[in-house]
């Protein structure tokens, strides 16, 4: 009897051995890595071994972060467009303009010692800027008239994104240092704007001021929305924009981010005479 229940206690406990060995041996399952996660929370590392997450908000820099969002159209273009938003206390902006000799994106990181660079206005054949820019105080070309936007920074270094059928450009009552004009406005007091254009996608560069004041640069590397596609796609993002300016696209849609652990690499197809600088202070 007593070697019996022996047994009996011993079959027990291997059993029991087994069950925590096989508890060990399944894989544990995560969510926190799934893309489409719509956390907005910020973190400082992509927390699957460098693969971000969407819709999350990764800190770079002291006033930078970089977001990717899978953006849909009702047309069912679909693209990753890449969002740089920043905090402007701890950012100096600046815009570079050398129709001479425009350089790739990566050249022009290189030269400024930038945190990010986005290409800037719509330039001609020769390189030359369609539009007014004023780099360092020094001014080129003249001033869209009636329409368009422009970004741009005063004596004082106050970042400023206006439309100027709103807010004409006046030189004889601006002191500007920077400044960059583009077309069309497409977000406007958090409404979208009328403008006339083709219904083509095609790659994409924004440059935007959300409702709490900071800026943002967007770009969508794919050709996949026309511009009444990403204004409705902006008016109906959780990005709280407030005003939005079209930047050149096309073959000179460009964004390099060098800010820390956040690192991006959105080459144009052609080299720029004209870009947007944003260095921390």
């Known amino acids: 009897m007593h070697l019996k229940h022996a047994l009996k206690l011993y079959l027990l406990l291997c059993l029991l051995l087994f069950s925590l060995v096989a508890c060990n041996l399944v894989p544990t399952t995560s969510t926190s890595g799934t893309p489409g996660n719509t956390s907005t929370a910020t973190t400082t590392q992509p927390s699957d071994q460098g693969t971000p997450q969407l819709n999350t908000w990764y800190r770079g820099a002291p006033g930078v972060e970089v977001r990717y969002e899978d953006w849909k159209s009702p047309g069912n273009n679909e693209d990753t467009v890449t969002i740089v938003r920043f905090d402007l206390r701890h950012i100096s902006l600046s815009v570079a303009y050398q129709p001479a000799q425009p350089l790739s994106m990566s050249e022009w990181m290189r030269k400024e010692h930038a945190t990010t660079i986005i290409n800037g206005g719509y330039f001609d054949n020769q390189n030359i800027a369609t539009a007014l820019v004023i ?12 329409f368009g936007g422009m970004l741009s920074v005063d004596n004082q270094g106050h970042i400023d994104l206006r439309s100027l059928s709103e807010r004409p450009y006046d030189p004889n009552n601006e002191q ?30 924004i440059a935007a001021i959300d409702k709490q004041g900071r800026l943002l640069f967007i770009a969508s590397p794919g050709t996949a929305f026309s511009l009444g596609e990403l204004e409705d796609l902006l008016v109906g993002s959780d990005l709280s924009i407030d005003r939005a300016l079209n930047l050149d696209g096309g073959a000179s849609t460009g964004l390099y981010v060098n800010a820390g652990s956040q690192q991006v690499a959105i080459d144009s197809i052609t080299d720029l005479p004209l870009v947007i600088v944003v260095k921390t202070k």
């Open 135 to 146: 780099s360092n105080g020094q001014s080129f070309g003249t001033s869209y008239n009636g």
């Open 176 to 205: 500007l240092q920077q400044a960059t004009q583009s077309s069309p406005m497409l977000i406007l007091h958090g409404k979208t704007t009328q403008f006339n254009a083709n219904a083509a996608g095609s790659r994409r560069s």
